[in-house]
């Protein structure tokens, strides 16, 4: 007999915000931790930079030991990374050791794939569609709720508050999965380890994201920045040569290759760009001295977070509505709508950004459209793979999601730092830089918005919404 939602659902959605809350919480405060630990600007970015690459090469590794092992053993041990990390956190003065710390942390970036996996396995199939929305888009719901929570404890306690933070939530999370998460059945026994394909994947993300996030820094013309891009560019060439040859990939490339698995990627890249990029954007802007800059309106880390408050609402509530679209329409409707929700907000920002209530505004209508998308992408990879691969399936598409961050990041801080205003004692970004980032971000969701007229979506069965089944019985994709 499979387990009730109200008992699995809780514990999973936990652990989602956990590592969202924890991967963004430390973004507002990079100054002022740069200050404290008395490390430069430039050093202190490898508090996010090291989060990140051990995110994405951990994820996918974590979905297919999931798919071989079971999903319950491996999602301990990714919050089990996160609950470690923080520790270490709280304990530590050091910034070396700060930043081992968010490299254990970012072993919670397996939890996505493997929630999602879990939730196809366990669930009653009609509540399969809305428990994968819920817990993709609780992935722009923390994300959200990690930056107020950032303000409004450094309103009454130092940094390591944020890490404390980080701790409750992940023992928390731990406790709730081993008492409300069944042990799964579902292995993939006849799979096998694939360490030359892990090791060369983790080379050439670690080398692209190590260049992206550290190009402002370096100069994107550099001789390091320009070397990582080629090392990256032929260790990912070696890394597909060898998992299209050995008897067990870690990655099957024919399943990448499938239009709804390789163009649902594709707009997960674009969607990170555009969220993590705006969400950098919006809270430096609303934080700019605006006697200083005539634009801004000089907030504190919490007024600012209060500002992106209602993208983490949004994506909540999108999650639900995209569970229900999914169900009816299949998941190309409800990804093409989080896309265009993106872009509108964005684009809104570029044009309208004189009052806070316009802030407020573009922030609700991006995070509706955040929710809907990531609510949309796992349908669309669980329709398309076996439920033997969907680990690994819904971690690649996690890693793209962080990749297209790291790189809306880089590129939304080139923006802002290519146009500074002159004569000024410290520097600030003048208001066209903040328009051009704000367009760039949008343009970057509107394509997303187009990208699923690529799949080929096919319904099968008239199922109403009450008997609704999962993704893969509802909506047959072209493979």
Known sequence: MRPSSARVLPALVLAMLAFSV?????????????????????????????????????????GRFGDLRGRKPMLLVSLGGLVAGSALAVGTHSFTWLVVARVLQGAG??????AISIVRDELPKEKVTGGVALIS????????????????????????????????????AVVLVIFRVPTDPVTD????????????????????????????????????????????????????????RVAHPLVDMKMMARPAVAFTNLSGLLIGFGMYGSFMVISNFAQTPEK???????????????????????????????????????????????????AVGLMYLAVRHGAEGDIYLASAVFGLGVGLAYAAMPAYINGAVPVEQSGIANGMNAVLRTVGGAIGTAVM???????????????????????????????????????????????TTPAPVEAAASAPELVKTDA
């Open 22 to 62: 924890v991967q963004t919480a430390v973004v507002p405060i990079l100054p002022s931790l740069a200050k404290e630990l008395d490390v430069s600007g430039s050093n202190i970015t490898w508090l996010m930079t090291a989060n990140l690459l051990s995110a994405a090469v951990l994820t996918p590794l974590l």
């Open 109 to 114: 970036g397996g939890v996505l794939p493997l």
């Open 137 to 172: 888009a609780s992935m722009g719901v923390g994300s959200g709720l990690g930056l107020v929570a950032t303000g409004l404890l450094l309103e009454h306690w130092n940094y390591k508050s944020i890490f404390w933070m980080g701790l409750a939530f992940g023992l928390l």
């Open 189 to 244: 026994k006849n799979g096998g380890a694939d360490p030359l394909g892990a090791l060369t994947l983790a080379g050439w993300l670690c080398a692209l994201l190590v260049a992206v996030s550290q190009g402002n820094t370096w100069g994107w013309t550099s001789t390091r920045t320009l070397g990582l891009f080629a090392v990256a560019a032929v260790v990912a060439l070696i890394w597909g040569l060898i998992e299209v």
């Open 292 to 342: 200083v800059a005539h634009y801004g309106f000089t907030a504190s880390v919490l007024h600012a977070g209060v500002m992106l408050l209602p993208s983490a609402i949004g994506s909540m509530v999108a999650a639900p509505g995209g569970a229900l679209l999914i169900a009816r329409r299949g998941p190309r409707l409800p990804l093409v709508l989080g896309g265009l929700l993106g």
């Open 413 to 459: 801080g080139a923006i802002l730092t290519g146009d500074l205003i002159p004569h000024l004692p410290i520097p600030l970004p003048t208001l066209d830089a903040y328009q051009h980032a704000f367009w760039v971000a949008g343009a970057m969701c509107l394509v997303a918005a187009v990208v699923p007229f690529a799949i080929r979506t096919v319904k």
